[in-house]
Structures are given as C-alpha cells and as structure tokens.
C-alpha cells in the first residue's frame, strides 16, 4: 500500500516545541510521529507506530531466535504478588498505584518479575520443563520523578522484558549469555551505537548485571571507560581499587590542632600550609559526610556517616546505589541541632562512633594510613589519626566520585567518562523472587529445586528517541532502513500530468515489488515536499520533477544529501536493489 502525503494523518510542525531540549524530541515531534498528551504520556501517530512496529519486530525476531517464547500479562496488577516480594513498599514512589471499587489495591506494573516467576509456578513443576524463556513487549508504568525528553523517559512507555527458569547457577549464566547475544543483535540491527557496561542491581536484588548504554551526550547515564582494556562501567557500579593494608606500629600519635576558621577543607589545608610543618594536600584529610538513611516501610530516619579522602566529593547517586533501596538525604542544620555532638565542620570519627552513628569510608582508607580530620570541637583538627589505630570503620562503601584519570579497576589504564541512554539492562537476579513464592521444579532425585531466574530488559520506545538521538541532522531525522517508516520517499516536485503521472507509476510498480513507499501528491511547493522529506528522514528520497522530460529523476541518500540522476526506466530496479542490499 502506497502511503499518501495527501491523505496521511500528519501535520508537521515549522516552530520546535517549547518544552524540547533534546534532538529526539523536537525532531519527533516536529516530525509528527508523537504527540505529548501530558507530563511522560505521548501518544503514537501513524509514522512514529510504524517505526515502533518495527522494532518491536526486530525484538521479537531476536527473541524468538534464542528460543524465547512471547506471553502477554496484565499491565493491571493485583498488590499480593509484590507484597510478597516486599516491593509494593520497596518500588516507592515511583509505582503507580490504584484502588478498585471494592478497596482493593492495584498497581500498574512497572516491571514483572513477581507475575512471571507466578505463571511458570502455575503451568510447570518438573526439572524436564526448564530451561524455559518467556517475554512480553508491553506498556509500563513508572511515576517518574522527572519524565523527560519525550519518549526518553516517560512515565508510560513500552518495554520488552523478558524472564529466564533455570535450575542452577551455570544454566543461569548461559540463559543470561544467550540473552546478551541477542540484545548485541538487535542493537547492531536497529543501528544503535552502544556499550555494555557492568552496572549495580539497585532494587532488583540479584549479582551480576550489565547496561547496554546507547552513546549520546544527551545521555543521563554518565559510564566511565577504561583508556587501555575494553572495561566500561556505569559510575555507580566502579569498584575503588584499594591499596594494601600497612602496619601501624611507629606512626606518630594523633595530635589535636588549634585551627580557627577551617570548616572547609580548602580553609583546613591553607591553615594547614601556612603553618608549615607538612606540605598537607586536600588527599590527605579525611572528610566527613553525615546523611540520614530511611528503610523502606519505615518512618525513622537513621544517622550514617560517610568518610572519603578530603579532595573528593560524596557522589549522592553512588551512595544511594551502595544503600539501595534504602533513602538517603543530607543532613539539614535542624539534624545537626538535634544532635549536638556533631560539630558542623569539625566532625571526626571519634564523636560519630561514640554515639552509636554507622561510619563507612571510602575503600582507599585503610589500616595503617594517616589522616588531618575533624577532632569534634569547632576550630580544632586532629593530625595523624591513623586508621586501624585510633579509628576503626565499620565499613566501607563506594561513594567518593568518581574522576576522569582514576585508575580503571581491572588495572589497565584509567578511566574516562562519557554519557549514555540506557536501553537494554540485564540481570542475573537469582533466587530472590522464586524464594519469595517458592518456585520449585520436582528433580530428577525426587526432591524439590528451587528455580533461578533472570531477568532481562529493553526501552523499547526509548530506543526510538536513542535511534533519533544518533541519527538526525540539521533537516531532521535520518533512519537506518530496517526502522524506518518507509523504505523510499517520493516527491512530486511539478504540477502537469507528465510529472505527477510518472511519480505514481514508479511509486505503484515500487509497491509491487514490496518497497515501502511514502508519495507526496499533496498541492504544495516543492520547497515544502522537500523539506517534510528531510524532516521526516526515510532513508531514500526520489524527486520526480522536470528532469521526466529528458526521461530521469533524482534519488538522493538522506544520510549523505548525495543524488544521482537515475533514468526513469531503470528506476524501480535500481531502489529495489538499494532496499535489499
Ligand atoms: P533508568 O535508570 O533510565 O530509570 P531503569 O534502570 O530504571 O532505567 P530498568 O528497570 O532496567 O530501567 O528497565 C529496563 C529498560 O526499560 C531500561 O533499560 C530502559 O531502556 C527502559 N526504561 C526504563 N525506564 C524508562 C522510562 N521511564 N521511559 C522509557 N524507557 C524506560
Ligand atoms: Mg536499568
């Protein structure tokens, strides 16, 4: 069927929409393939369902391949099966929950471990049923705190998300490959650029967990990269290599300083030099961090406090990662009212511990080494305060941030940062959610096995907005063929009979042989044909215009602007030729 410009539901736009930041946006919406109805909702107009049907064809051909098998649940979902996993609690504010007219609660799913793990409970029971792969492409629910960018980040949005059964940790890592393989096909097919990084599980519970980050500076998702080995990894999931314990025998004591007006470490290193003893840097003072943390379902909020090397900062999304799914949030000046053991400024370990306050420190404070800190009396720091002597952490967590030259945590090289759009995540969970409702497979001994899972996800209209962000120009977007609305773009540029008689010959006989094809027969200049054409960005376009009376017309690359003059005979051919290549 030959889609006519004349009669296609589209209005495209001249002017960007006012909310737009991002290319993807203005572009697709400019473009007419979307349309906002409110904050994160769009609605899908018939070019931009086309481009959606067709990856979610290449996602379903890729999962098909590895032998998964395509179910569809609810988006409706009762409370019990996520009250079971605690998530009905743990998720937070970013579900979006409901009450029927009985006063039963309902939430809309923005992710469906529990219902899948519950559906191969209620069809299988034996170890012969497993392996078992299962999928659905399905719209989701997630109450974003800040939806953005269009399709980007939405707070509806579709998903294709899919579930591995296994009976044991080794067919657990092969189903999890086997996924990967399949997510590195269809993000090769779509055209995407791309990395794969190690991630963190944050609320999904589970171990090993990689991100699939399409490359774009418009990205949210800042990964750092090694400069030497092939190691990426999301900010949150880089591990601090930590230098090897030294002895503390022979250290000089701790000594209290007189040190007016340094409540900052920039203050506290200038006083420092200035007084002149030591060359003391930012790296050798130890700061401390105070945060509340609140547990899911709970109302009260808990002290913790953080200690990193003074020249770095605590990165907030790497803690909250570390303390997943726990909240955390600064301390405000009421906090530090309350609790007046804590001097503003001047906080040291010893005050922290005494009162009972958690205190974990960046992994690069080990035994053995000496640290300038608070000493928990305003204008007063204590030098020499070795840790595994005068201190000793109760731990320690990733939160210092992470910088462009640390060295890379596989020991090649150091890192450099760049910024993504996550659009596949996938993850080994384990026994999390098979424990919670006990799916068990009857074994070949006789006894029961419980069932591992994994789970394993794609932004599947995200990757559209990741698609638009690689592949547009300063006309508008340019599609990689296999998503693209159409395959040829034909332009009627003249008003007599030859002309406009030609276009829909070739557009007909292209029809025939199974092209896609976009006409624009509209009464309009061939200025305003020319310029929907580029803002529209089907791969091909073909100019049928006073060029038919020496018997040729143009076909122009989208990507590259190039056009060559084709005769009009041998047309059809050559673009079936440029389709299937
Ligand atoms: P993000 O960190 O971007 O919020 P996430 O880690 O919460 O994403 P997952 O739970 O891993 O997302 O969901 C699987 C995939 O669904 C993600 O990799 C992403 O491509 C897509 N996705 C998640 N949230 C959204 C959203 N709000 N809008 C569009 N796509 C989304
Ligand atoms: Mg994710």
């Given at each position: 069927m030959i889609t006519r410009m004349s009669t296609l539901f589209l209005r495209t736009l001249r002017e960007d929409p006012a909310d737009a930041e991002v290319p993807s946006h203005r572009l697709l919406v400019r473009a007419g393939y979307v349309r906002r109805v409110a904050p994160g909702i769009y609605s899908w107009l018939p070019l931009g369902l086309r481009v959606l049907h067709n990856v979610e064809r290449i996602v379903r051909e890729e999962m098909d391949a590895i032998g998964a098998q395509e179910i569809h649940l609810p988006a409706l979902l009762p409370k019990e099966p996520y009250e079971q996993t605690n998530r009905w609690t743990e998720y937070g504010p970013n579900m979006f929950r409901l009450r029927d007219r009985k006063g039963g609660d309902y939430l809309l799913g923005p992710t469906h471990e529990e219902l899948f793990a519950q559906t191969v409970k209620g069809e299988y029971n034996s170890y012969r049923d497993f392996p078992v792969y299962l999928y659905q492409i399905q719209t989701k629910y997630r109450d974003e705190e800040r939806p953005r960018a269009g399709i980007l980040r939405g707070r509806e949005f579709v998903m294709k998300d899919s579930y591995s059964f296994d009976l044991d940790d080794d067919g657990l890592r092969s189903s999890y490959e086997r996924h990967r393989g399949a997510y590195i096909r269809l993000f090769d097919r779509v055209g995407l650029r791309y990395v794969i990084v190690a991630a963190t599980s944050g609320a999904m519970g589970g171990s090993a967990s990689e991100e699939f980050l399409a490359e774009s500076i418009t990205g949210e998702d800042t990964f750092v990269r090694s400069t030497e080995s092939g190691f990426a990894a999301n900010v949150e999931a880089v591990t601090t290599p930590a230098p090897a314990a030294g002895s503390v025998e022979g250290k000089p004591a701790a000594e209290v300083h007189h040190t007016p007006d340094t409540?900052?470490?920039?203050?506290?290193?200038?006083?420092?030099?200035?007084?002149?003893?030591?060359?003391?840097?930012?790296?050798?003072?130890?700061?401390?961090?105070?945060?509340?943390?609140?547990?899911?379902?709970?109302?009260?909020?808990?002290?913790?406090?953080?200690?990193?090397?003074?020249?770095?900062?605590?990165?907030?999304?790497?803690?909250?990662?570390?303390?997943?799914?726990?909240?955390?949030?600064?301390?405000?000046?009421?906090?530090?009212?309350?609790?007046?053991?804590?001097?503003?400024?001047?906080?040291?370990?010893?005050?922290?511990?005494?009162?009972?306050?958690?205190?974990?420190?960046?992994?690069?404070?080990?035994?053995?080494?000496?640290?300038?800190?608070?000493?928990?009396?305003?204008?007063?720091?204590?030098?020499?305060?070795?840790?595994?002597?005068?201190?000793?952490?109760?731990?320690?967590?990733?939160?210092?941030?992470?910088?462009?030259?640390?060295?890379?945590?596989?020991?090649?090289?150091?890192?450099?940062?760049?910024?993504?759009?996550?659009?596949?995540?996938?993850?080994?969970?384990?026994?999390?959610?098979?424990?919670?409702?006990?799916?068990?497979?009857?074994?070949?001994?006789?006894?029961?096995?419980?069932?591992?899972?994994?789970s394993y996800g794609v932004g599947v209209s995200r990757m559209i907005?990741?698609?638009?962000?690689?592949?547009?120009?300063?006309?508008?977007?340019?599609?990689?063929?296999?998503?693209?609305?159409?395959?040829?773009?034909?332009?009627?540029?003249?008003?007599?009979?030859?002309?406009?008689?030609?276009?829909?010959?070739?557009?007909?006989?292209?029809?025939?042989?199974?092209?896609?094809?976009?006409?624009?027969?509209?009464?309009?200049?061939?200025?305003?044909?020319?310029?929907?054409?580029?803002?529209?960005?089907?791969?091909?376009?073909?100019?049928?215009?006073?060029?038919?009376?020496?018997?040729v017309v143009e076909v122009k690359d989208r990507a590259t602007g190039e056009g060559t003059e084709v005769s009009a005979d041998s047309v059809v051919g050559h673009l079936v030729g440029l389709v299937r290549s």
């Open positions: 409540p900052t470490i920039e203050t506290l290193v200038d006083f420092l030099d200035s007084s002149g003893e030591r060359g003391f840097t930012a790296a050798d003072t130890l700061k401390n961090v105070l945060v509340k943390t609140r547990q899911p379902g709970t109302r009260e909020w808990e002290l913790l406090a953080v200690g990193v090397p003074g020249d770095r900062e605590v990165d907030m999304k790497r803690l909250e990662a570390a303390l997943e799914p726990a909240e955390v949030e600064l301390l405000e000046d009421a906090d530090f009212a309350a609790n007046p053991f804590l001097v503003k400024g001047y906080v040291g370990p010893k005050a922290v511990q005494d009162n009972g306050v958690r205190y974990l420190v960046d992994p690069r404070i080990v035994t053995g080494t000496a640290w300038v800190t608070g000493a928990d009396k305003a204008d007063h720091h204590v030098v020499d305060l070795v840790c595994g002597r005068d201190f000793t952490p109760d731990g320690t967590v990733e939160a210092a941030d992470v910088r462009e030259g640390d060295p890379s945590p596989d020991g090649n090289g150091t890192l450099e940062a760049a910024r993504g759009i996550e659009i596949g995540h996938i993850f080994q969970l384990g026994r999390k959610y098979t424990d919670a409702i006990s799916l068990d497979a009857l074994g070949q001994d006789g006894k029961p096995k419980r069932v591992t899972m994994g907005a990741a698609i638009a962000e690689q592949h547009h120009d300063s006309s508008g977007l340019v599609w990689p063929r296999e998503v693209a609305p159409a395959d040829v773009h034909v332009v009627v540029a003249g008003k007599d009979d030859t002309v406009r008689e030609g276009a829909e010959r070739i557009s007909a006989e292209l029809d025939e042989a199974g092209v896609r094809v976009i006409l624009d027969d509209r009464g309009v200049s061939p200025g305003v044909k020319f310029a929907d054409a580029e803002l529209v960005g089907v791969p091909t376009i073909v100019v049928v215009g006073k060029g038919l009376t020496k018997g």
